[in-house]
């Protein structure tokens, strides 16, 4: 029982937020197919570098990363736009507009976390930070700037205090945090001896971060449907 | 519940002295030191040994080789030796069991019609070239800290046997690996070195050895021809033992053996130029062509005696040590055996001889063996004739005694002499073992013990810890841990477990730096998250620290693999440019501008910290002097000008360092009538003198392009201390430390430091130094190298003196043991504890991998690094404790007496 005490708070203020926007109610289907939608974007990106231009992220990181980037941004985009907070001027295209506005400045903080993390600068390596940067920006800033835009207590809320609540925030933070932690995680095989081609940056810490991403965007996924059951259980 | 300060003293005491002792028995049993006699063997050598070994007068080169073989009593067998070794060659490759025995097929046939004599000659770990080539020469298996004790010396200074044949006048040449030359400097007539490190390369390697031979054969003016082909074990590295290029290179072995038994002995064995052909390997390989460790494929190497006179007699093909080979060669030609040889005769070559001369060579090794063993017994007296090897030697002289009296009757029986043979045998085999074992073997116990004391002293500090952490924060235990508190423990675990692997040791900076960003990246979440306090302070605080960590990250590329890769110190060395030297004059300006920038907030105090201040500007100006002056044109260090400039900074330093803290109690107490202030601001004094004596003297010693490095660390630590000084951040005092203490290990391979021991700077090692002094020069390259961790437990003090404690401030209410207790013990336990968690896992490491084929190239120098980092930290960590406790005993002290 003691354990229920917060679960049930936590949903009284996820049914506030759901009845503050009525229009776009949030149900845990919605999660899903939002997630699949993503996760296709991601999947489709790599068939597409790998069966029509046939380049590969061992091989060609630049332009893979940069396919998987251009697919990826409009696909979230335009899919998180729907769910954008601010509701006054709900205005679908600000959303966008933000959306796009968030891109560049994801990139320039993720790019920056990984030169301090070790990164390799140079004009050699300048177009792979680039690619690199703007498909983490794709996983991490851009969904968050589409719904939030530039509200600094949302942006506080989630990545600061990590104190993520209701739906979106739990949609937005878990694989935007699955992508980063992945990506830590994914530069450790780099210093090894193994001479493999993928131990060059960033093939490896974008392989952990889509990993991550994924395993991120699963969590949110189970989360909701975790949320509904309990809920039914609640209301039975 | 609290723990009375003696007694906490006590306890961190006993758990230091058993980390030392634990420490001590681990090094000595896993790496047992040789004694190594110096000097080489003359003439005494032919006499049996006694006390009075006395020095014998130089010779002419001829005259002395008349002497030796009048001494000796046996007539040279050969005239001339031909040393080829082959790198890396497997016994089993020529001797069987393996396939590739029909690629040399000369060589086989030499054996089959027993015209050769050959070994499986077996090799001491590390089966590397160099150490088996001094075994080769020297006849003395060497210890792993042999490395350390003559680090700067290439040549080979002990007793060996191209020595020997270079002071009876020998011509000798050398065609092949230029690691010849390093060892021997000097000793060849011709030479052509070639170099073994384009391991890719593995024809023209050995092409260039080859096509001086034909001219040398030719020639025929040397007594030594000495070959030594790398191809075969480059062919190991790139493609293994079964590499399809093997079998041609084996074949082209055996042509050279071809042309040189064709050529040489066949031709010339009417024309008393009897020359004696040893083919040998240094060590073998493994089935993936790698070498260093201590398998039997490793260890396997070949010994082959080619010449007039050899025949083999068994059919299967005996086992000898490596070491062996030099007794051999001393006694076939005639030379004194070197000092410090361990192996015996190799007793088939000496069959063409007469008995008496055979019982004389066996004779003359055991006098040298003797004499070796009696240098090294424990008790240095001559009559130590308790030990079983000793009345093994007494037994077979009497017995070869008897022969002698028998002989010259001619009344000794073929069993007299089989006797004595037996018994000479018996002592050279005991002797040789004892001398072999005692360098190779590792005593369990003593190691387990070792290892289990380090055990205890490191749960003493983690229990120490703990408990200090129970009084300090009482709700330890129910308080939930932060990120950060958590991430510190974290990076020990993860450096404990990647220790373990050889890849990550050799890539240790990689580690230290991406734990340490990622700890300060973690803070930067978490002052972010905090809204209160000065936020925008704190931010560009991490964020100063963030930059300059990936700033000297950059500086070294550091580490083995990836070296070649560029990086800031190789693209300003390599291009010639004034940067280097505008970088250091830069760096030892904004030392200078922090150190006045520091002690500014004390201005108030009065003239004392103003003197301080201007000791440390004239300090800071002297060294910009020198660096202006000498290091700028190159080679000018060494003159008697720079030497006397470098020895006044150095007294400067240390004298305004000394002064600074002695004196800073008495006059901050005449100023201030606050006790609590008093101490703070001597301790504040202190640390800032500390950081920045420590300073001055790394910008003086370090390599010109390091001197960035050592400000940027520098600011490093200071914004680290003043981020957690904020009144906002919650950083505990042991996050503090742990952080500092990182960032002194990620600063340590920033300064080019890595996990081998070729980059200790021995350069920096004599500056200032007028007269050779071993002990100076460890000092001075001990604070070279361990520049960084120190600074990072220099900083301790100040970061005590600065922090918002609340403790301090209580000082009316408790006792002097209990302050000194809260205000030092995590500053002392928590650098203590986690180095000796490192410690200890790493010996347990080591001790897991001692059959791993890295454990001489990449596993034992890291133990060396560990080892002294542990000295370090015992050292910093003793200054920091007395200091503190000097002055914060003598405020009171003063304190009290003004009271009265």
Not at chain 1, 12 to 21: E, Q, T, Y
Not at chain 2, 248 to 275: G, N, Y
Not at chain 2, 377 to 404: F, I, Q, R, V
């Amino acid at each position: 029982m003691l354990f229920q005490i917060p679960a049930t708070s936590d949903i009284d203020k996820v049914d506030a937020d759901m009845k503050n926007n009525k229009k776009k109610v949030l149900s845990p289907s919605k999660v899903v197919v939002l997630h699949l939608i993503c996760g296709i974007g991601l999947a489709s990106s790599f068939w597409l570098a790998i069966n029509v231009y046939s380049i590969n992220l061992i091989e060609n990181p630049v332009e893979t990363l940069r396919l998987v980037w251009l697919i990826q941004v409009p696909v979230v985009i335009l899919i998180y736009s729907f769910f954008q907070k601010d509701k006054n001027q709900s205005s679908y295209l600000k959303a966008v507009a933000r959306g796009l506005l968030g891109l560049p400045v994801g990139a320039v903080v993720n790019a920056l976390g990984a030169i301090v993390l070790g990164a390799p600068v140079g004009t050699r390596y300048f177009q792979r930070t680039l690619n690199w940067s703007l498909v983490m920006s794709a996983f991490t800033f851009v969904p968050a700037a589409s719904v939030y835009g530039s509200s600094w207590v949302d942006w506080h809320r989630i990545f600061a205090l990590t104190k993520p609540n209701g739906f979106i925030d739990y949609m937005i933070c878990i694989p935007a945090y699955g992508a980063v932690i992945g990506a830590w995680f994914g530069a450790w095989p780099m210093p090894l001896d193994w001479e493999r081609m993928w131990q060059e940056w960033p093939i490896c810490v974008t392989y952990g971060a889509i990993i991550g991403y994924l395993v991120g965007m699963l969590a949110s996924f189970s989360f909701a449907v975790h949320h509904v059951s309990s809920q039914h259980v609640k209301g039975d | 519940m609290s723990m009375n300060c003696t007694y906490f003293t006590l306890l961190i005491a006993v758990a230091i002295l058993l980390q030392i002792t634990g420490l001590s028995l681990f090094v000595f049993g896993f790496f047992p030191i040789r004694p190594a006699l110096i000097g080489v063997s003359g003439p005494e050598s032919f006499r049996p040994p006694s006390c009075e070994d006395q020095n014998h007068t130089a010779l002419h080169p001829h005259q002395l080789k008349l002497l030796y073989q009048k001494l000796s009593e046996i007539p040279p067998s050969y005239d001339r030796l031909i040393l080829m070794v082959i790198d890396g060659l497997p016994a089993e490759f020529v001797l069987g069991r393996d396939d590739l025995k029909d690629a040399m097929p000369y060589t086989q046939s030499l054996l089959a019609s027993k015209m050769a004599l050959s070994y499986h000659a077996k090799a001491a770990p590390p089966t590397v070239t160099l150490p088996r080539l001094k075994a080769i020469t020297t006849g003395s298996i060497g210890g792993f800290l042999d490395v350390l004790f003559n680090f700067n010396t290439q040549a080979l200074l002990e007793d060996n046997i191209i020595g020997q044949f270079f002071r009876i006048g020998w011509k000798m040449v050398m065609l092949g690996d230029e690691t010849w030359l390093k060892l021997f400097p000097g000793l060849f007539t011709r030479h052509d070195g070639v170099s073994s490190f384009f391991v890719t390369d593995t024809v023209q390697v050995d092409h260039n050895v080859s096509r001086h031979l034909s001219y040398e054969l030719y020639k025929n003016d040397w007594n030594l021809l000495i070959l030594h082909y790398l191809g075969l074990d480059h062919v190991g590295h790139l493609g293994g033992r079964s590499s399809v290029m093997m079998g041609p290179k084996l074949q082209e072995m055996d042509e050279i053996i071809k042309m040189i038994h064709l050529s040489t002995i066949r031709s010339l064995e009417s024309a008393h130029q009897r020359t004696l052909l040893v083919v040998v390997s240094d060590h073998g390989m493994q089935e993936n062509g790698n070498h260093g460790g201590s398998s039997y494929e490793e260890t396997d190497s070949l010994a082959l005696f080619i010449g007039p006179g050899i025949s083999h007699v068994s059919t299967t093909y005996d086992t000898i040590s490596q070491v062996d080979i030099t007794p051999t060669l001393a006694l076939l030609f005639g030379v004194p055996i070197p000092k410090n040889n361990a192996g015996y005769l190799i007793a088939d070559l000496f069959h063409t001889m007469e008995d008496h001369q055979l019982l004389r060579a066996m004779e003359l090794n055991s006098w040298q063996l003797l004499r070796l063993l009696q240098a090294q017994a424990t008790d240095s007296t001559c009559e130590s004739l308790e030990d079983p090897y000793s009345s093994l030697y007494l037994d077979a002289a009497a017995l070869h005694g008897s022969w002698k009296s028998k002989n010259v009757l001619r009344s000794a029986s073929s069993d007299d002499l089989k006797n004595t043979v037996l018994a000479y045998n018996e002592f050279l085999r005991t002797a040789s073992d004892q001398l072999t074992h005692r360098a190779t073997a590792k005593p369990i116990g003593l190691l387990a013990s070792g290892v289990m004391t380090l055990l205890l002293s490191c749960v003493m500090f983690l229990g120490l810890l703990f408990k200090l952490g129970q009084e300090i924060y009482p709700n330890l235990l129910t308080h939930k841990f932060q990120l950060s508190e958590a991430l510190v423990g974290v990076i020990i675990v993860i450096i404990v477990l990647s220790m373990g692997s050889s890849s990550l040791v050799e890539e240790e900076q990689y580690l230290w730096h991406f734990m340490t960003s990622t700890f300060f990246l973690v803070l930067l979440h978490k002052t972010i998250k905090s809204t209160t306090g000065n936020c925008s302070c704190q931010l560009f605080l991490i964020a100063v620290i963030l930059v300059s960590g990936r700033i000297l990250k950059g500086w070294h590329q550091g580490g083995v693999n990836w070296t070649h890769l560029p990086d800031i110190a190789k693209s300003l060395e390599s291009s010639r440019s004034p940067y280097i030297n505008f970088l250091q004059i830069i760096s030892i300006l904004l030392v200078i501008s922090l150190c006045l920038y520091t002690l500014s907030s004390l201005w108030s105090r009065g003239n004392i910290v103003i003197l301080i201040g201007l000791s440390y500007l004239c300090t800071g100006l002297l060294v910009l002097q020198y660096v202006l002056k000498y290091q700028g044109n190159g080679a000018g260090t060494s003159n008697n000008d720079a030497v006397l400039a470098v020895q006044v900074i150095y007294g400067f330093i240390i004298t305004s360092v000394t002064v600074t803290i002695i004196a800073s109690p008495w006059f901050m107490s005449l100023q201030s009538k606050d006790l609590v202030l008093v101490i703070k601001d001597c301790l504040y004094l202190s640390g800032t003198t500390y950081m920045f004596g420590w300073c001055l003297l790394q910008l003086l010693l370090q390599q010109p392009v390091n001197s960035m490095v050592m400000s940027l660390l520098l600011v490093q630590i200071i914004a680290t201390i003043y981020y957690a000084s904020r009144d906002g951040s919650d950083v505990k005092q042991w996050v503090e430390i742990a952080a500092i203490y990182y960032l002194g290990m990620a600063g340590h391979f920033s300064l080019g430091n890595t996990n081998t021991l070729a980059t200790i700077d021995v350069a920096g090692a004599f500056i200032g130094i007028s007269s050779h002094s071993t002990v100076r020069s460890g000092v001075l390259m001990f604070v070279i190298t361990y520049a960084s961790p120190m600074l990072a437990l220099l900083s301790m003090v100040m970061s005590i003196s600065v922090k918002e404690n609340n403790t301090i401030l209580k000082i009316h209410e408790v006792k002097m043991g209990q302050l000194l207790k809260i205000i030092l013990g995590f500053p002392c336990l928590v650098p203590l504890g986690l180095n000796s968690v490192l410690l200890v896992a790493y010996t347990i490491i080591l001790l897991v991998m001692r059959n791993h084929l890295f454990i001489w190239t990449v596993f034992s120098p890291k133990y060396i690094y560990v080892v002294v980092t542990t000295v370090c930290v015992l050292v910093g960590v003793f200054i920091v404790a007395s200091t503190v406790t000097y002055i914060i005993s003598t405020a009171v002290f003063l304190r009290k007496k003004r009271l009265r």
